[in-house]
């Protein structure tokens, strides 16, 4: 199916089963009825904006190598025990209200089958496909892909212990299974409105194979951790309730959420919200493309990677579950910063399923789970080399997208707003510097050193050689300005504004001084040169910056003459320009009688970057 776009998507969502209503609208379905998903009136994009820019992929990689110290935590294990402790203490820490169930690992499930076969989702829609041969098998010499089409390679569960060659790991993997009931952990961000409806976002924190299970699943873990963090920050309400579950026993047949959907079921509408829609995330960071003829992969990303989400199209709810899937794609396509999404039809052996006949269910994943996954394209997958250092920044990035994917479109599903947004506007898309141009140099040359400023995983960034002073096409008067940067060691940047295109900003307009203030170069600075100072002008307090290597955000208000500059949170600079009378400083320092001009990053010989760019004018 080709991509849609949002006023078609929007159509086909409101003539299907999810009905696109107003906020107020009540959506507890009749039993039996489709689940009335509710998108948001207006979408408030500056909202969603505000609530992707605060995912970092330095925060979900920490996330994935703390899971990491617990090795493959296998469900059962006193690994897998402390794992459960550490993610607790982890959501409580974000302001998540946590709660756990337990469940019998060795009751027997309602109905029999294997893992995956929730409803009527393992396998259904493949036809009347032979068997499969095993691949690199004289039977199949050529590893055959699925449906004998392209390539394959082996899979299987590694159950040998001695195989994994850092001895730490291995004997950190070898305690047993200790009998008795497992533990699973979730939190929920309440809703402000409408309490007692909810959104479940799921992973699985349980692992198998002897490795770290740094990919299936501590990638899809991350990724709910990360959002049940930005959710419940002190400035973000949400009209309904959101769910972030982190299931165990995944890997022995899908039971926590079965046990879940077992206990709670029953529950709606009483001491269970209503269930609105559930969103898996299993193995979300290798998609390094199709294995060659021998049964190799690239060792790198491949660049054209994506999320694959999918709906299983046998469940009663496939309807409803594939419109959820495209909104999905839809929210990729608008706010995630580096990867696209594919929707599938073919969702099975992942946590979702036991939902998909009750509610609008779906999963994402680095690859297609039945046509890729199980077709060998993830030599990881249950093996000892699923540790956190087998992937690259590249790998990172692919779950990184996942997360800014779920988050974008729960976040308009669930009605969320940030205090304070409202009304801001991106000024960077992310992607290209669209609505920037270069200033001028005396001569009339332009400002750019170098390549000039580079756009990068949703970064714009200058170096040592490379940068200028870039400025944005449009001038403004009163504003507030805010941004995130990231500094390196003596890095020193600055902010113009009201600056004309041509001349010294810092003369002609206003800087803000944007600088390392810890950094050795600058110890006998004048206390206007550090960091949010009005530039040789007014000084900033200082103490406020965080580390380098940190970001850091800020917001610069200028309203009439009135300049204030805040960072991380705290007023560092509260100026009237007028109280400035000293006739030295403002012959200096003409631009200060400007009333307008442009907004530019002036760069200085170093690298900083800056990311989440919006303006909001007043």
């Not at 250092?389 to 969320?416: K, M, P």
Request: glycine share 12%; hydrophobic share 35%.
């Amino acid at each position: 199916m080709r991509f849609m776009s949002r006023r078609l998507l929007a159509v086909a969502f409101a003539a299907g089963s999810i009905a696109i209503a107003g906020a107020q609208q009540a959506r507890t379905p009749p039993q039996g009825q489709a689940t009335i998903i509710t998108l948001q009136q207006p979408a408030q994009q500056d909202n969603v904006r505000a609530l992707v820019g605060r995912l970092d992929l330095e925060k979900y990689r920490a996330t994935i190598k703390g899971l990491t110290q617990f090795g493959d935590r296998r469900e059962g294990t006193e690994r897998n025990r402390k794992a459960v402790d550490w993610i607790e203490a982890q959501l409580k820490s974000y302001g998540c209200e946590t709660a756990r169930m337990s469940y019998d690992p060795n009751r027997p499930r309602p109905g029999g089958g294997g893992r995956g076969q929730g409803g009527r989702g393992r396998g259904a829609g493949r036809g009347t496909q032979p068997p499969r041969t095993p691949a690199g098998t004289p039977e199949d010499p050529v590893r055959r892909g699925a449906g004998g089409k392209g390539y394959g390679a082996r899979t299987g569960v590694n159950n040998d212990p001695q195989r994994q060659q850092n001895e730490e790991l291995r004997a950190l993997n070898m305690g047993e299974v200790i009998p008795g009931n497992v533990d699973q952990v979730y939190c929920t961000k309440v809703g402000a409105t409408r309490p007692g409806e909810m959104y479940i976002i799921g992973g699985h924190m349980d692992g198998i194979g002897y490795g770290e299970a740094a990919n299936d699943d501590g990638s899809g873990t991350a990724i709910v951790m990360e959002l049940a963090r930005v959710f419940s920050a002190l400035d973000v309400t949400t009209d309904v309730s959101i769910r972030f579950a982190l299931w165990n026993g995944e890997e022995g047949g899908l039971k926590g959420a079965r046990a879940y959907v077992e206990q709670r079921q029953a529950l709606q509408g009483k001491d269970e919200p209503t269930w609105l829609g559930m969103i898996q995330h299993d193995m979300m960071m290798f998609d390094h493309g199709m294995p060659r003829p021998d049964g190799t992969l690239s060792p790198q990303q491949r660049p054209e990677a994506d999320v694959n989400i999918e709906f299983q199209e046998n469940s009663k709810m496939a309807a409803a579950s594939q419109k959820l899937a495209w909104l999905l794609k839809n929210a990729n396509e608008r706010y995630a910063t580096d990867y696209p999404a594919t929707v599938g039809s073919h969702m099975q052996s992942t946590d979702s399923v036991p939902f998909q006949d009750i509610v609008a269910a779906i999963s994402l994943r680095e690859n297609e789970r039945r046509d890729h996954i199980g077709f060998g394209w993830d030599p990881h997958w249950h093996q000892p080399t699923d540790v956190f250092s087998t992937f690259s920044d590249q790998d990172f990035r692919l779950g990184l997208n996942a997360a800014q994917t779920t988050l974008a479109a729960v976040a308009q599903l669930a009605g969320a707003n940030v205090k304070g947004e409202t009304g801001f506007t991106p000024l960077f898309n992310g992607k290209d510097l669209s609505g920037w141009i270069y200033g001028r140099r005396g001569n009339g040359a332009e400002n750019r050193s170098g390549k000039g400023y580079q756009v990068e995983n949703g970064v714009i960034f200058s170096t040592k050689e490379d940068g200028g002073n870039l400025y944005t096409e449009k001038a403004y008067g009163d504003f507030a300005f805010r941004f995130e940067f990231r500094l390196t060691e003596n890095a020193n940047n600055g902010i113009g504004i009201r600056a004309p295109l041509q001349g010294d900003a810092a003369y002609a307009g206003i800087e803000i001084q944007v600088l390392d203030d810890s950094g050795s170069q600058y110890t006998t600075l004048r206390p206007a040169q550090y960091h949010g100072s009005v530039y040789d002008v007014v000084p900033a307090k200082r103490g406020f910056q965080k580390p380098v290597g940190e970001w850091n955000s800020e917001e610069i208000i200028a309203r009439g003459r009135r300049i204030t500059v805040i960072l991380n949170g705290t007023t560092i600079v509260d100026a009237d320009l007028n109280d400035i009378k000293d006739d030295a400083v403002l012959k200096k320092h003409p631009g200060l009688a400007n009333a307008r001009g442009h907004i530019g990053f002036l760069g200085h010989g170093a690298r900083v970057e800056f990311r989440n760019i919006r303006i909001k004018e007043l």
